[in-house]
């Protein structure tokens, strides 16, 4: 029998902040190991200009980035053992954070569409 999809019953807006938080996590200039936890430690949240903002090369629409800065958003993922306790002083993402599949990384990370 196929896992699940969307285990924990994530809505869109936590589906959607999943997906960016483990793109950062990826990032090597973002994530770092968060030694207490065994998770990934964020350095930062990207601020967004016009209607998107970057990751690396890759970019996303800011009306896909709203639970970003949503404590009930945070709340929600925290209590769902996807995020630590500690926001807004510590941004990390757990080890289920980081493994969780959103399934819609792919429709809201938007890859360049050539190479410079």
Not at 93 to 109: F, M, N, P, S
Request: net charge neutral; glycine share 10%.
């Amino acid at each position: 029998m196929p896992p699940k999809r969307n285990p924990l019953k994530l809505n869109a807006l936590q589906l959607k902040t999943l997906a960016i938080l483990q793109e950062l996590a990826a990032m090597p200039d973002c994530g770092r190991p968060h030694e207490a936890t065994g998770g990934t430690l964020l350095s930062y949240l990207p601020q967004p200009h016009g209607d998107h903002f970057h990751l690396g090369e890759n970019g996303v629409l800011a009306s896909n980035a709203t639970g970003l800065r949503n404590p009930s958003v945070w709340g929600a993922l925290a209590r769902k053992g996807l995020v630590g306790p500690e926001f807004p002083d510590a941004l990390v993402l757990t080890t289920q954070g980081v493994a969780y599949d959103t399934g819609i990384r792919e429709k809201i990370i938007m890859r360049p569409d050539h190479e410079t």
